[in-house]
Each structure stands twice: as C-alpha cells, then as structure tokens.
C-alpha cells in the first residue's frame, strides 16, 4: 500500500513536472542556424551569444551556418522543424528586404514563425573617399541634382538595405544617382576609393571601422537619429526627414513553439545583452544591443516589409 | 625602421614558446583539415573563432592563419591520391598529380608540391614584409573592367590548358558558363535556371561540383576497370617516395614562375589563388618542350600550380593587413577575429601595433618551416594509402565526399548534387571530356559576367571602357594573341590533314 501512494506520488511529480515546459526546455542541444556565411556579423554575434546561452542553460548551443540558396533554406528549415525551441535561426534586416522581393519565397515572416527577440542593431552609412570633393551630405545631395544619373553609389545585390536606402534617398530628395552591385564590400571599397565609383553604401560594421581608420568619411548614418557608437556622424533624417533604416539581427523559431519557451529565451537574451564585455565585443563590430519583445520585433518586421514594399513599387525594381 | 629590425621584432614575438605551440597547432590542424575533402579552413576557423576570445591578440591570429596555410598544404594530398579537389585551387594539381600517382609517383608529387609551396610561402612572406604597400596599388588598379580583361584571358588559357580537341574544350567551358548562371542574379534580383527549387537559389555551389566531377566520377570509372573485383589497389608499383635529382631540375624553374604568378595575383580579391593556379599550369604546358607530357602525369604541372596557390594564399593577406578588407572568407573570418579582439585591420595597424603585424608575418615563415617537417615524412604513410585494395579504399572516399559536402551547409540536398555532378562526370570520361575547363568556366564565368556589367554600369553604357584602361587593354591583347596562337595551328593541321587525304 505505501509502495503504491509513493508510486502514485511520483508519478504525480512527474506530470507536473511536464505541465511546466519552461522547466522542461532546453532538453537537448539547440542549434543556431545563420543563414549568412561564416565570419559576417550575424554569424559572428551568433557565436557570441551561443557561448553564454550554453553556460545559462546548461546544455550545448551550437551555430551552424546554411548558406544554401541564398539562406532561403536554411531558414525554411527552422520553419518547418519541430516547434520544440531547439532550433533558432538568425534573422536579419536584409530578410524582410528579400521576402519583399520574392513574393513566392516559401515562408511569410510574419506568419511562419515564433519570433523571439532583436537582438542587435546598426544603421547603414554613406561615406566617401577621404579626398572626395563632395564635402558633405548635402553637398552631395546638390551635386546629385546638378548631374542627373552622373553620380554612382555602390551596393550589394538587388533589393539589399544597400540598394534600398540608396533608392530611398534618390525619391526623397529627387536625385537619380546610380546603384552598382557588388558581392561583399571589399571590391565595392577598392572602386570606391580609386575612384570608379562615387560613393559607398554599406553597414556600419564595415564602414565605421574603415571612417576610423581614416580611409572613408562618413557623410550620414540611417538611424533614426544620431548613433551612439559614432555620435559626430549626422543622420540622413537630419537632411531628409523621413529615412531611418537600421540593420538588425533576430532570433525566430517555428511557428508553434510554446511562448512559455519564447520567453524564457527572450529573458536570458535580454540578460545576456545587458553584460558589459557583450556590449564591448558589439561595440567593436559597430552594434549596439537592441533586446525586443517578440510583438515589436513582429511590429517591426511588419512595418519594414510595407515600407520596402513602398520603394520597390515605387522604383520598379523587380526580380525580373 | 628598416625591414631587418621590423622583422627581428617579429620573430621576436613569433618565437615566444607559446607562440609557437600555437602556429604548430594551427598548422597542424590546417593540414588535417585540408586533407579532408569538403571541410575547409572556413568551417574550421569559424569553428574556433569564439576559442580565440582567451589567447593574446598575436596568439590568435597566428593559430588561424596557419589553420589557413595549412589546409592549403593539406588540400593537395587528396587531389594527388585519389583525384579528389578539396578546395578550388587543388582542382590544377588533380590533373598531373593524379597521374603521377597512378603511375607510382604519388611520393615524388606529394614532396615537390611540398617543397613549391614551402618555397612559395618563404617568398611571399619576404613579399609581404617589404613590399605589400605597392601591392596594394595592383589591388587598386583592377577594376570591374580590368577583372572582366583578366576573367577573359583566364577563359583563353582554359583552352590552352585542355588535352585533346580544342572544340571540346569550348564545350566544356560553356558548360561551365551556363552552370555559373544558376542562381540569383546580383544585377536584376532574377532568378535564372533554378526551376523552382529552393537550394538552387543561391546558385550551384563549386565544392559539391568539383568533388562529383573529378572524385566520384574517378571511383566510377576505376570500378568499371575491374581494379575492384580483383582486389587490386589503385598502383601496385610504388617507385620512390622522393623526387629524383631529374625531377628536381625539371619542378626549379617551374616553382620559381609559379611563386612570381601566385604573388602578384593572390593580392586581387576573388577567386585568386585558384587563377593563379591555373595560369602557371597553362604557362608551364606553352614554356616546356614536349607539351603533350601535361595531363599524363608531369611534374612540373604539380609543382607550379601548387607553388602559385600558395604564395597567394600568402599574400591574399595583403588587401587585409593593408587595407582592412578580406580578399576571400577565410580573411574575412580573419577580420572577425580582429574585431573580437579590438583590433581594427587597416593602415594604422602596422604603426600602432608594430609586434602584433610583424608577429603574425614571421609566425607565417616559421609555419611554412613547420609544414615541411611535418609532411615530407608523412607522405610515407599517405603513399601507402595506394596500397590497399580498392574496394576498401573507395567507399571511404565516398563516405569522406558525403560528409565533407554535408558539412559544408548541413543541407543533403548539396550531396545529392555531388551524385548528379558524379554521373555527369562520369559521362564526360566516356566522351573523353575534361572536367577541368568546365569548372574554370564555371568559376571565372560568374566573376566574369558581374564584372561586365559592372563595368558598363560604371561607364554608362560605354563599351570603350575595356579599351581605354592600359591594363585592361593590355589583357585583352594578350587574350587575343594567345586566342589566335592556338587556333592556329589546329586549322593547320587540319589543312596538312586535308592535303595529305
């Protein structure tokens, strides 16, 4: 009989155990999938924050990156896995500006998963060569309108945050400077600075370590205002009200996973951006910590994808 | 500071015992992982990435670099061994160095690939300390217009490269063109020839090509010869694991060259090292005396290429200590790692941190030392590879290529690429169809196409523009020149054929 009450005790702990998935998550090793190539910021802030999720939770957290497919496959993948909170994908602002551009890409961000949190941020920025005749950003703007469709500005892909901030600028301030593509920074850096191209596009990652280096002059950032890792640069909004635009990186998971499991992730994130040495090693790549909660990082990736919707309509740019 | 004390001050640093632990770990790990056919220094480096946050700002870098020229070491052992291309630029070395093997001359490959690329990298590092300030300015000579000219010429000596019929040749190279289109276009966003399919999005990646088309295909058609039924291995007469003193007279002058092409052409951001390989096997074929010798298992076709991938691997790290941009993922990898450790790659890095820069230089030199030590008494145990029976041996590599193209992208959808890639190249050794100028088109052709367009972007329209830049114009003109030398005589042949008929 005593045998039986403490069978029946235990199992009763047991289901109650269960009642509380919080408790229960992370059972095994989660996995970070970034859909970008190893060594650029989202993969490098992935395996930041794997390293102190794994000391918090207790069990392994690993980053594998996906690069198959423009990264449209892997993060499909992490749609449609288990909804269990074992698998992460690493959104970023460049993923509304794709979905904008591919309305039969396989998945909806708004709608194909559980979002969890920002993570971190960074504007984009306008720079020149240091002997650049154009002075400033308004100069710029003037020297665009005296010599319509002279002035080129070099970008990443079709339809990148590159190339829509650049259009964004030229219906703002009625200009038509010429977007060139390239494929990463590094030749886009080597034309610019030689001279083929007239100015640089790029993300503050890249572009605030070279200003630093005295090898760009920055003539605005896209914050909303003026950015706190490079106060004396002013913002686009200063000239054209209006422009704000940040590059940021995300956590989402599949759709169905338990909010109760959300959360927890979303607190020790939070938790994780608050430490010091986090906001340093940020600091060095140009970011500042950004922790949301999954509604605004769902209001944000809703306002941004009607926003580039606005541009790509506007300019007729189309994957054709 | 002249070069002598800057460099003292490097080996300063670079000789601290734990310093030195770290560039054997580096190394060694780099030759493993280059062995390992599809796990390159990119996965690995990013791998370590977050370890290197505990080491000294020099510690780390040196680790990773070795971890860099270490793979490429590494990378020719499989090329050599069993036809498998790990990296882009290993693809060369399969062509004579596979030959060389099967005709028992695995060891004398393996040594002279080793000592070019222990020669290379010594005299890219030299290069590096004195000299990478005015080789920063070819970087900044190239561009769009000036790349397309250099894609154009590479797609020439392609030809030249090929055995057997030229017009097959061509075919190939289109081939690889058309393949090189699969994916997103940067210009327009559209996606072309991806019928659908989501893991086709990003384009066909090289690695699962490469490996299908030389590897699998190798197994395929080694298995139909019977090698495998009999239990036989893959050359029963091993003869000598170390070059003779012919073979030494026969590789100098071609490592020489091939340390001179690397160098200049490993500082242009892009697919550089395997350009560089290929245009010292292409010089190699046009300079020496009997060229039909190439493909069958020359060895100076081993010991230029592979000198030239690894003096550029070497001084791709230019455009990054000088300028502070990645030449390719691994330095961009290098420039994460940078930043981790609060340090800004760029100009001011050699004044502000004159031991971390010299430091990292010297540690380059004494890995290459490293490097040789290690694998010349290796290649004992590696030629003995070929001893075993085929059909133990093969579904190992199979089992390595599986891996190694999953690895890449956890994706299976990348290894069953590899399969079709395998039948196709199997198809292409019935046809008696190169694989090598298929990949060359492939890779130069989508660098090739962007760049075009870049440069008509750039220039409005304005076709000129790859005429008016010197370089450029200079390219074409030797493109053109090398064009007409090797049609030539193929039609004239075909006239002698036609009279003598």
Request: net charge neutral; aromatic share 6%; proline share 7%.
């Amino acid at each position: 009989m005593l045998k039986h009450l403490a069978a029946l005790a235990a199992a009763a702990s047991l289901s109650a155990l269960a009642s509380l998935p919080a408790l229960a998550w992370p059972d095994r090793q989660i996995t970070i999938t970034v859909v970008t190539g190893a060594g650029g910021s989202p993969d490098t802030v992935g395996r930041l924050l794997a390293a102190k999720l794994s000391e918090r939770l207790g069990k392994p957290v690993v980053v594998e990156n996906n690069t198959a497919g423009a990264g449209i496959a892997g993060t499909l993948a992490v749609a449609r896995s288990q909804p269990d909170g074992h698998n992460i994908v690493i959104l970023t602002g460049g993923t509304p500006s794709q979905q904008a551009m591919r309305p039969k890409q396989p998945y909806d961000l708004t709608k194909d998963f559980a979002l969890v949190t920002t993570l971190c941020a960074y504007p984009m920025v306008v720079a020149v060569p240091p002997n650049s005749p154009i002075k400033d950003f308004k100069d710029l703007l003037a020297k665009a309108k005296a010599n319509p469709g002279k002035l080129s500005y070099s970008m990443n892909a079709i339809g990148s945050l590159h190339h829509l901030l650049g259009e964004w600028i030229n219906i703002e301030a009625g200009v038509d400077m010429q977007g060139i593509p390239y494929r990463g920074s590094s030749q886009a850096f080597l034309d610019v600075t030689s001279g083929r191209v007239d100015l640089m596009v790029d993300t503050g990652t890249f572009a605030f370590g070279q200003v630093k280096q005295g090898q760009l002059r920055a003539l605005a950032q896209s914050a909303p205002g003026r950015y706190d890792l490079a106060p004396d640069v002013p913002a686009v909004a200063e000239t054209l009200p209006g422009i704000n635009m940040m590059s940021w990186l995300g956590f989402a998971m599949a759709k169905d996973t338990p909010r109760p499991v959300v959360d927890r992730l979303n607190k020790e994130i939070r938790e994780i951006l608050a430490m010091e040495d986090v906001k340093a090693k940020l600091a060095e790549m140009g970011n500042i910590p950004m922790p949301s909660t999954p509604e605004e990082m769902h209001q944000r990736i809703s306002s941004e994808l009607a926003q580039w919707k606005k541009i790509i309509a506007a300019k007729g740019i189309k994957a054709e | 500071m002249d070069v002598f004390t800057q460099l003292a001050l490097g080996f300063s640093v670079a000789l601290t015992p734990q310093n030195l632990l770290y560039c054997l770990i580096g190394s060694l790990l780099g030759t493993l992982i280059g062995v390992l056919p599809g796990v390159g220094p990119v996965a690995t480096i990013a791998m370590l990435l977050p370890i290197t946050y505990n080491l000294s700002p020099a510690g780390a870098l040196i680790m990773l670099s070795g971890i860099y020229y270490g793979a490429q070491y590494g990378g020719s052992t499989t090329a050599i061994l069993v036809n498998l291309p790990g990296e882009t630029s290993s693809v060369v070395t399969c062509l004579d160095g596979h030959p060389m093997a099967k005709d028992g001359r695995a060891g004398p490959a393996l040594a002279i690939a080793a000592m070019g690329s222990f020669f290379a990298g010594c005299v890219a590092t030299i290069v590096i300390a004195i000299v990478s300030t005015p080789l920063v300015s070819v970087a900044m000579a190239f561009g769009p217009a000036e790349y397309f000219s250099l894609m154009a010429l590479g797609l020439i000596l392609t030809v030249v490269l090929a055995r057997g019929s030229p017009l097959k040749a061509v075919g190939m190279i289109l081939a690889g063109l058309l393949l090189s289109l699969v994916g997103t276009d940067i210009h327009s966003g559209a996606e072309r020839l991806t019928f659908g399919l989501p893991v086709l999005t990003g384009g066909v990646d090289f690695v699962p090509l490469a490996m299908g088309l030389f590897g699998l295909s190798e197994v395929v058609s080694n298995l139909e010869k019977g090698t495998a039924a009999g239990g036989e291995p893959l050359t029963k007469n091993i003869r000598g694991l170390f070059p003779s003193a012919h073979d030494l007279r026969q590789s100098a002058p071609a490592i020489l060259r091939g340390t001179g092409i690397g160098t200049v052409l490993g500082v242009l951001p892009g697919a550089s090292s395997m350009v560089a390989s290929f245009a010292s096997y292409a010089l190699e074929k046009k300079l020496a005396k009997d060229p039909s010798r190439f493909g069958k298992g020359a060895i100076e076709g081993v010991a230029g290429p592979e000198s030239a991938n690894n003096a550029g691997a070497q001084t791709s790290f230019i455009p990054l200590l000088a300028l502070g941009i990645p030449s390719n993922s691994v330095m961009a990898l290098m420039i994460g790692a940078m930043m981790i450790q609060g340090l800004q790659p760029g100009p001011m890095l050699m004044s502000k941190q004159p031991d971390l820069f010299w430091g990292v230089i010297a540690s380059m030199w004494i890995g290459n030392a490293m490097l040789l030590v290690i694998n010349l008494p290796l290649i004992g145990i590696w030629v003995r590879l070929l001893n075993i029976p085929y059909w133990l041996l093969f579904p190992g590599i199979l089992l390595l290529c599986s891996i190694g193209v999953y690895s890449m992208n956890n994706e299976a959808s990348e290894v069953l690429l590899a399969a079709v890639a395998g039948v196709l190249g199997y198809l292409f050794i019935k046809l008696k169809c190169e694989p090598a100028p298929l990949l060359l088109g492939f890779v130069l052709g989508g660098m090739m196409e962007e760049n075009l367009r870049r440069a008509m972007l750039i220039s409005r329209g304005d076709p000129r523009i790859f005429v008016t830049s010197p370089l450029s114009a200079a390219l074409l003109a030797v493109a053109a020149i090398l064009l007409v030398a090797t049609i030539l005589p193929a039609i004239r042949q075909k006239r002698e054929k036609l009279v003598e008929d």
